[in-house]
C-alpha cells in the first residue's frame, strides 16, 4: 500500500473518467438484523478513522505500527453508520427479494439511477417473479425495456430466470458458484445478490467501488490491468470479510457503491464529507485527482449507415436482427452500411426494400455505442400498398412485417426511434430527387 512517496509520473485519467455505471443497491430493511458497528465514538456517531501520527516527543519510542484489521473494521463500521445517514431512498433498497435485487443490478449497468428506476417500476409490476420472467415471450421483455439500452441484458435476464425455474425451482441460489453458473451472472452481481439478499460477506467492486478503493488504498496500478483488478478484488474482499462479524456484508457493500457515486466522484470528490477521509491514501498525499489510474481509450471508430423508412399508409416496413450480433433480437427500420443512400440501394434490396421505393434523404442521426459511432443517413418513401417479402433476407435480419409505428408492442432500440423520429419530421427533403 502506498503512503506518502509519490509515484513516477505515467498518464493517469482519474480527474475526467466518469463511473462506468452510477449504481446502487438493494438495502437492509429490517432493524433487527441490522448489526451495530463494533466500534462508536461516545456521542453514538461513527468518527472518521483517524490518521497514524507519528511521535513528535524527542527520545519517545517510535509508535506502535496501526493494526491492518483494527483500521478495516474501523472503515467499515464509519460507513455504515454514514450510510444509514445518508443513503438515498431507492425502491431496490426497500427489500430483500433476491429476484427484485438481481433486477436492480442488471439494470444498473451502464445506466444511470434516474433513468433505471421507472424501467425498474415498471417491470416489477408486468413480471413480480421469476417465473413470471421465464413464462414471457422475448418480444415481450424486450418491448418493456426498450430505450433503456444494452438489450443483450434483457435478453440473457430473460434466459437466465428460465434456468433458474428448472434448475431452482425459481429461487436464485445462495451459493456464489452456483449465482456464477447463471447465464449473465459475473462476480459483480453474484457478490451483489449474495451480500445484499443472503447476508454473505461476497465482494464486489464496479466502478464505483473501484474508484473509492483505489484512492482509500492507493492503488497505482491501472484499475482496468490485470494486476489493478486483482488488488482492488483482494481488497474488497479483505474489508468485506474482515468487518463480517460487526457490519451487515450487503449494507457494506451498498455504503461503497453509495460513497463512490455521491461523494467519492471522479472530479472535484467531496473529501470533506468523506466519512473514512482519515484512512485515504489518496486524501493524505493529495492525489485524489490521479487516482484511480485508468489507461486512455481508443478512439471509437465511426461507421456510416442508411436507413430506409418506407411506408404505407399507417404502416412501416420494420425488420428485425438476428440474436447474438448489434440489436439483436430488436425490430428497426431496414439499415445497411452505407456512406450515401445511392450505394446502399443493391444492399436495402437484400433486406426488403424494393427498388420501386422513391426513397430520399430526409436527415441525418448519430447514434454513440461501446465501442463505435453510428453515422445514419435517413430516408424515406411512401408507397401505395405493402409487399410481400422476399423469403430469406440477408444478415443480418432474420424477418420483417409491416407495424404501425404508434402502437408497437415490440423491442425497438433508441437508434430505431431516433431514425423513425427523424423519417417523421417536417419535410426537409421535398427538395432532394428520389435516387
Given at each position: 500500500?502506498?503512503?506518502?512517496?509519490?509515484?513516477?509520473?505515467?498518464?493517469?485519467?482519474?480527474?475526467?473518467?466518469?463511473?462506468?455505471?452510477?449504481?446502487?443497491?438493494?438495502?437492509?430493511d429490517d432493524p433487527a438484523r441490522q448489526r451495530s458497528p463494533r466500534r462508536r465514538a461516545s456521542s453514538g456517531e461513527q468518527r472518521s478513522p483517524r490518521r497514524r501520527a507519528?511521535?513528535?516527543?524527542?527520545?519517545?519510542?517510535?509508535?506502535?505500527?496501526?493494526?491492518p484489521g483494527e483500521r478495516d473494521r474501523e472503515i467499515a463500521a464509519a460507513l455504515e453508520a454514514w450510510f444509514g445517514r445518508v443513503a438515498r431512498d431507492l425502491p431496490w433498497r426497500r427489500?430483500?427479494?433476491?429476484?427484485?435485487i438481481w433486477l436492480s443490478e442488471v439494470m444498473l449497468q451502464q445506466t444511470r439511477v434516474e433513468t433505471v428506476i421507472p424501467y425498474y417500476e415498471r417491470?416489477?409490476?408486468?413480471?413480480?417473479?421469476?417465473?413470471?420472467?421465464?413464462?414471457?415471450?422475448?418480444?415481450?421483455?424486450?418491448?418493456?425495456?426498450?430505450?433503456?439500452?444494452?438489450?443483450?441484458?434483457?435478453?440473457?435476464l430473460h434466459l437466465a430466470a428460465r434456468e433458474v425455474t428448472s434448475r431452482h425451482d425459481g429461487a436464485l441460489p445462495r451459493d456464489v458458484s452456483a449465482l456464477l453458473a447463471l447465464p449473465g451472472v459475473g462476480a459483480y452481481t453474484a457478490g451483489a445478490i449474495a451480500s445484499i439478499a443472503y447476508d454473505q460477506p461476497v465482494p464486489l467492486v464496479d466502478g464505483n467501488v473501484a474508484r473509492v478503493l483505489s484512492r482509500i488504498e492507493g492503488i497505482d496500478d491501472d484499475i482496468r490491468s490485470a494486476s489493478g483488478t486483482r488488488k482492488l478484488w483482494s481488497t474488497a474482499e479483505r474489508?468485506?470479510?474482515?468487518?463480517?462479524?460487526?457490519?451487515?456484508?450487503?449494507?457494506?457493500?451498498?455504503a461503497l457503491m453509495e460513497l463512490g457515486a455521491t461523494v467519492c466522484t471522479p472530479r472535484n470528490p467531496r473529501c470533506d464529507a468523506c466519512p473514512v477521509d482519515g484512512a485515504c491514501v489518496a486524501r493524505a498525499t493529495g492525489r485524489q485527482a490521479e487516482l484511480p489510474v485508468i489507461a486512455p481509450k481508443r478512439?471509437?471508430?465511426?461507421?456510416?449507415?442508411?436507413?430506409?423508412?418506407?411506408?404505407?399508409?399507417?404502416?412501416?416496413?420494420?425488420?428485425?436482427?438476428?440474436?447474438?450480433?448489434?440489436?439483436?433480437?430488436?425490430?428497426?427500420?431496414?439499415?445497411?452500411?452505407?456512406r450515401s443512400l445511392a450505394d446502399a440501394r443493391a444492399l436495402l434490396e437484400l433486406v426488403g426494400v424494393t427498388r420501386d421505393a422513391a426513397l430520399r434523404e430526409v436527415g441525418r442521426v448519430r447514434h454513440i455505442l461501446t465501442h463505435r459511432r453510428l453515422d445514419v443517413t435517413v430516408a424515406r418513401a411512401e408507397v401505395a400498398a405493402p409487399w410481400r417479402f422476399r423469403a430469406k433476407l440477408a444478415s443480418p435480419y432474420e424477418k420483417a412485417a409491416w407495424l404501425d409505428p404508434g402502437a408497437l408492442d415490440i423491442g425497438v432500440s433508441k437508434l430505431a426511434r431516433k431514425v423513425l423520429s427523424a423519417a417523421s419530421a417536417p419535410d426537409a427533403g421535398t427538395a432532394r430527387r428520389p435516387r
Open positions: 500500500m502506498s503512503t506518502t512517496s509519490r509515484p513516477p509520473a505515467r498518464k493517469r485519467a482519474g480527474a475526467d473518467q466518469r463511473p462506468a455505471r452510477s449504481r446502487a443497491s438493494a438495502g437492509e507519528s511521535s513528535g516527543e524527542q527520545g519517545a519510542p517510535p509508535p506502535a505500527a496501526p493494526d427489500t430483500r427479494d433476491p429476484y427484485a417491470f416489477l409490476a408486468r413480471y413480480p417473479t421469476v417465473f413470471a420472467l421465464a413464462s414471457a415471450e422475448i418480444d415481450d421483455v424486450l418491448s418493456l425495456w426498450s430505450g433503456l439500452g444494452y438489450y443483450r441484458r434483457a435478453r440473457v474489508l468485506v470479510r474482515g468487518s463480517a462479524d460487526s457490519v451487515h456484508p450487503g449494507r457494506f457493500n451498498q478512439d471509437v471508430p465511426a461507421v456510416a449507415m442508411v436507413a430506409a423508412v418506407v411506408r404505407s399508409g399507417d404502416r412501416v416496413l420494420f425488420v428485425r436482427r438476428a440474436e447474438g450480433g448489434l440489436f439483436g433480437g430488436l425490430w428497426e427500420p431496414p439499415m445497411v452500411e452505407a
